[in-house]
């Protein structure tokens, strides 16, 4: 695994997560968590946390997780159920690591709002390149 300053450096290259006010809390081995305080410029036509807000912070966080190995991964298919809808407060996604192989890896996001009930359930398959992460 890179080590947690490492990795949060690396993602800082993130300019949506960045632009959306995505913060990156912490690292795990084959983890992560991050959490984006909800703004109006988060909010549908209807008042709740757009579904594309939502999904942006649950993919950063699996992109995160995917790479903690230290290897370039990247998505190859994912998908996102939404649970619940969120207005305000702080949308937090804890990705974790379901398994882990030389070429492959899945994992589950879980986005939860200040009550701690799931806004949404994201599930990420990611494939391992073999070059690994460079950070200056």
Known sequence: MLEVDKIKKFFKGDRLAEYLGI??????????IARLDIRDEHLNGIG?????????????????????HGRVTVAINVSI????????????????EI????????????????????VAIFQGMAYRKRDKIVVD
């Open 48 to 68: 709740t946390v757009h579904g594309g807000a939502i999904f942006t912070l649950a993919d950063f966080t699996f992109a995160v997780a995917a790479n903690s």
């Open 81 to 96: 159920s939404f649970m619940k809808a969120a207005t305000t407060g702080t949308l937090t996604a804890t990705a974790k």
């Open 23 to 32: 913060e990156l809390v912490d690292v795990l081995d084959g983890g992560a």
């Open 99 to 118: 398994s882990l192989n030389p070429k492959l890896a899945s994992y589950t996001v879980n986005v939860c709002d200040d009550e701690g009930d799931i």
